[in-house]
């Protein structure tokens, strides 16, 4: 049987005293697309945050090619290949479109050379960028920014990228071009977990589809397989 390339056993996590997740089980194997969908406060974006070690978690909770890596901070993360666009996308302002990709190639496992993506490569997938690569993050519109913050992302060469809500607050044309590249991302040999809100994106755009209500997984399977009644259920806890 395969290694997943991420993996969370039991995954418990939250704010201080306030627990947020209950004994989360999930596994994304190499180069697949997941998904994870629920509302508001379903504790979505804290597990993102546990996984990244931006929470604190037990090491065996979180595992990444089989090694426990729960706890590990977020920078050193990166280093082992794991990468995230962030809901909000936090672009540095003041900076150029190309000095925040700067950022994640000064910080990246590997030099731009050696991975699979470099700036060329990420100005084809997103053309607008190489226009306004001179341009302040700040003049950019919302959707030109979030793929500054998925180019950012996949500057650090990971092997898994986790997206918040890459969807949140963009035009409906807007996400259709940002979602039409996420094949190429995941053919690049880059495993993807997507967070999000819209059920038929998150169907459409993955492989797996797992369902979360009040910190627990309430439904897991293929996306295709997966009627629209058994998500309504699972996702309001019907």
């Known amino acids: 049987m395969t290694t997943p390339i991420l993996s ?23 180069g697949e697309v997941i998904s994870l969908i629920g ?16 929470l604190p978690v037990a090491p065996d909770m979180v595992r990444f090619e089989g090694a426990p890596v729960g706890g590990t901070p977020a920078h050193q993360m990166v280093r082992k290949g794991i990468s995230m666009v962030p809901e909000g996308r936090r672009l540095f302002t003041g900076m150029t479109v190309e000095e925040n990709m700067r950022v994640a190639i000064d910080n990246a496992r590997m030099s731009e050379g050696d991975g699979p993506w470099s700036r060329e490569r990420l100005f084809q997938l997103f053309p607008i960028l190489k226009e306004k690569r001179r341009q302040p993050i700040e003049n950019l519109s919302g959707g030109q920014q979030q793929m500054v913050a998925i180019s950012r992302a996949l500057l650090c060469q990971p092997k898994v990228l986790l997206c918040d809500e890459i969807s949140l607050g963009l035009a409906p044309k807007v996400i259709r071009e940002i979602y039409a590249v996420l094949p190429e991302i995941s053919a690049a040999g880059t495993s993807i977990v997507l967070v999000e809100q819209d059920v038929t994106l998150a169907r459409e755009a993955s492989d797996r589809l797992y369902c979360m209500l009040e910190g627990r997984i309430t439904l897991s399977g293929i996306s295709n397989n997966i009627s629209r009644e058994a998500i309504a259920s699972a996702y309001f806890g019907a």
Request: no cysteine; net charge negative.
């Open 8 to 30: 969370t056993h039991a995954l418990t996590g939250g704010y201080g005293d306030f627990q947020a997740l209950f004994g989360i089980d999930l596994q994304l194997d190499m």
């Open 39 to 54: 509302a508001n406060g379903a504790g979505k974006s804290t597990f993102l945050k546990s996984i990244f070690g931006l």
